[in-house]
């Protein structure tokens, strides 16, 4: 009884694309691969046409043992030394070799397809084979793009749809230490707005305006509404002595930091105050002359003393805005928004470059120097590259000593940049250990429109669903440099404390992605190696 014949088992394919083959270029396979036809070389199954072109081009054409080649072209003998992109795409037949490959099989009858290049239209008959994989990889390609655009657009829209149906969530604080006629009207009258969540505060709870500024600085409000203290008693006394110097306003005073999300506060905060303050004090002066007048009609002393100052009758009482952070350096939008758009892409660059070095080296190294490789190269790329976008904002002099010293605003600012790009970029590297480069731009737009939704306006402008914002990078990153170059509140080591642990969560996915992928193929190259070795010391 014999043996039965070994089946051999089929090969799948790689199951991700750490698993794949490193691809060469044409040149390896022109140089290298058997069946190969060079210039100077003839074999039996050349025509007589084909051994007149070797004159003056040579057959890349592969071809298997018994001589079969699923795509036969011929090019001229320079054709592979181009160094432009396009001039290498017009001369590489790999892919049109793979795709003939594929297609063309002996066993079930195909015969060699004979091409000349650059002599056929896009619907010439001979395309035929070329152009319907390419309608197929072109609608693929615009299917997934709908779908990821169908996916993804719709979150960054909701995040500034009904931003102004939310504005009832930005507080005011009301702090009344007049306790007069005016600081009654003027409470009363702010808490009846619906268009911004007003709220009472006891003097004595912030009693001096050092307290305040601090709690608006320290975000505790958005804005506070003070009316001083002996502002009815000022506006008496100023009527009745005709105080020339009577300042009306002095009677209250708005603080509010406008750097702290200038969007919110330019669009929404400082003209719903505004607007609120302007119609209760039109209402409450002209009521205040009205009862004075009233009140004084026969009293001539009375009116020529009120003559001496026509600010307690003309506008009695109005308002004063402080603002205690302003966004006075526009250049800083490039920073805040769009510097961190900026910052993924130059991170997205490093992690594509990185790739096709992986490529080349990944069969050669232990899984555990190919892991240190893996981490220890982007992160020394991001440590350089992040320097250098920080020095960009030095020319256009950038305020970076707000907070800090200027020295010191700056390599904060640098370092920020690192971790934000280790945060973003090892994401990146995550994934394309999942998805290859072929598809990682498809997550490239999820990653960015996750961040810059919960960058442009703030949560409590938005659905629940954006709280998630605190915790993503360009959330944190944007954090810290308004408190570096506008001063805002400092919770520097919390967000580089978030952006560290990215870093860290990255490392720990891309070292167990990495090692399930490459894990089967280790074991079996070292299965085989052992088995090789085995037969050497078995053989006679």
Same mark, same amino acid.
């Given at each position: 009884m014999t043996d039965p014949t070994p089946t051999a088992k089929p090969n799948l394919g790689p199951s991700a694309p750490e698993d794949q083959p490193v691809r060469y270029g044409p040149s390896h396979h022109a140089g290298v691969g058997a069946g190969v036809g060079v210039e100077g070389e003839t074999s039996e199954n050349d025509t007589f046409d084909e051994k007149l072109s070797r004159g003056h081009s040579r057959s890349i054409s592969r071809t298997d043992a018994n001589g079969f080649s699923p795509l036969r072209v011929y090019e001229s003998r320079d054709a592979h030394n181009k160094r432009m992109p396009e001039s290498q795409a017009t001369n590489n037949l790999a892919p049109a070799r793979s795709i003939a490959?594929?297609?063309?099989?002996?066993?079930?009858?195909?015969?060699?397809?004979?091409?000349?290049?650059?002599?056929?239209?896009?619907?010439?008959?001979?395309?035929?084979?070329?152009?319907?994989?390419?309608?197929?990889?072109?609608?693929?390609?615009? /299917?997934?793009?709908?779908?990821?655009?169908?996916?993804?657009?719709?979150?960054?829209?909701?995040?500034?749809?009904?931003?102004?149906?939310?504005?009832?969530?930005?507080? /005011?604080?009301?702090?009344?230490?007049?306790?007069?006629?005016?600081?009654?009207?003027?409470?009363?009258?702010?808490?009846?707005?619906?268009?911004?969540?007003?709220?009472?505060?006891?003097?004595?709870?912030?009693?001096?305006?050092?307290?305040?500024?601090?709690?608006?600085?320290?975000?505790?409000?958005?804005?506070?509404?003070?009316?001083?203290?002996?502002?009815?008693?000022?506006?008496?006394?100023?009527?009745?002595?005709?105080?020339?110097?009577?300042?009306?306003?002095?009677?209250?005073?708005?603080?509010?930091?406008?750097?702290?999300?200038?969007?919110?506060?330019?669009?929404?905060?400082?003209?719903?105050?505004?607007?609120?303050?302007?119609?209760?004090?039109?209402?409450?002066?002209?009521?205040?002359?009205?009862?004075?007048?009233?009140?004084?009609?026969?009293?001539?002393?009375?009116?020529?003393?009120?003559?001496?100052?026509?600010?307690?009758?003309?506008?009695?009482?109005?308002?004063?805005?402080?603002?205690?952070?302003?966004?006075?350096?526009?250049?800083?939008?490039?920073?805040?928004?769009v510097g961190l758009i900026y910052m993924l892409i130059f991170s997205f660059i490093i992690t594509m470059s990185n790739n096709a070095v992986r490529e080349i080296i990944a069969p050669f190294l232990t899984t555990k120097h190919y892991l240190i490789y893996r981490i220890s190269a982007p992160l020394a790329l991001y440590f350089v590259i992040s320097f250098f976008f920080a020095m960009v904002n030095l020319p256009f002099k950038i305020h970076f000593g707000a907070h800090y010293t200027y020295g010191g605003g700056f390599f904060l600012w640098w370092f920020t940049l690192f971790l934000g790009m280790g945060a973003v970029g090892l994401s990146t590297e995550f994934m394309i250990t999942i998805l290859g480069p072929r598809f990682i731009a498809f997550f490239l737009l999820p990653l960015i429109i996750a961040n810059v939704s919960v960058v442009s306006l703030p949560h409590e402008l938005q659905p629940w669903i954006y709280r998630y914002g605190v915790a993503m990078p360009f959330y944190n990153a944007s954090r810290v440099v308004r408190t570096i170059i506008f001063d805002t509140k400092n919770d520097i080591a919390e967000n580089l404390g978030i952006l560290l642990a990215w870093i860290v969560v990255n490392i720990i996915t891309i070292c167990v992605a990495t090692w399930l992928f490459r894990r089967k193929s280790v074991n079996e190259h070292n299965k085989e190696v052992g088995e090789n070795e085995l037969d050497k010391v078995e053989q006679p």
């Open positions: 490959a594929s297609v063309i099989k002996p066993e079930e009858g195909g015969k060699e397809k004979k091409m000349e290049k650059f002599k056929y239209s896009f619907f010439s008959p001979e395309m035929a084979m070329f152009r319907k994989l390419a309608m197929k990889m072109l609608v693929g390609t615009v /299917v997934v793009t709908v779908l990821v655009m169908w996916m993804t657009l719709p979150f960054y829209w909701g995040s500034l749809w009904k931003s102004n149906k939310y504005t009832d969530k930005l507080t /005011v604080r009301i702090i009344d230490r007049d306790g007069g006629e005016i600081g009654s009207a003027v409470s009363s009258a702010l808490l009846q707005q619906k268009n911004l969540r007003y709220f009472t505060t006891s003097p004595s709870e912030l009693p001096d305006i050092a307290a305040v500024e601090n709690d608006i600085v320290q975000e505790g409000a958005w804005a506070s509404i003070v009316i001083n203290a002996g502002a009815t008693e000022t506006l008496n006394q100023a009527r009745l002595i005709g105080n020339s110097s009577y300042n009306p306003s002095e009677a209250i005073q708005v603080f509010y930091a406008q750097a702290r999300m200038e969007t919110a506060v330019n669009s929404y905060l400082v003209p719903y105050i505004q607007q609120a303050l302007t119609v209760i004090l039109f209402q409450f002066n002209g009521r205040s002359v009205a009862e004075f007048l009233q009140a004084n009609a026969n009293n001539a002393t009375a009116l020529t003393t009120l003559a001496a100052a026509p600010a307690s009758i003309s506008t009695p009482v109005w308002y004063s805005m402080v603002n205690l952070r302003p966004y006075n350096q526009p250049v800083a939008q490039a920073i805040t928004l």
